[in-house]
């Protein structure tokens, strides 16, 4: 069973930077396409952000500009960067392989907390 773990979370004004990291058990390129997902409490997960192992990436609408995925397979990480965070960023971030339905179990996720 693959293990995600993710770091880099905490509470920070509006326009501050966060950087998140994920590490994977089995190596980052043990899925074609890695991502970072977010759920705010009372709705579903959303996909932000997502990189191949390729290096391609996509973003969600809502953080083009602001949040920047990377991955550094011998460090064996994704990360996210975001900057220019606003409140409505605030949410639980997860990372896992892009499709989920690839591996079903999440991580811990980290708490991201932006205030007004």
């Known amino acids: 069973q693959v293990q995600l773990v993710e770091s880099g979370g905490g509470l920070v004004q509006a326009g501050g930077s966060l950087r998140l990291s994920c590490t994977v058990s089995e190596g980052i390129n043990t899925f074609v396409s890695m991502g970072w997902y977010r759920r705010v409490i009372g709705s579903q997960r959303e996909l932000v952000a997502s990189?191949?192992?390729?290096?391609?990436?996509n973003y969600a609408d809502s953080v083009k500009g602001r949040f920047t995925i990377s991955r550094d397979n011998a460090k064996n990480t994704v990360t996210l960067q975001m900057n220019g965070l606003k409140p409505e960023d605030t949410a639980v971030y997860y990372c896992n392989a892009d499709p989920i339905s690839l591996n079903p179990t999440w991580g811990q996720g980290t708490q991201v907390t932006v205030s007004s």
């Open positions: 990189i191949t192992r390729r290096g391609m990436t």
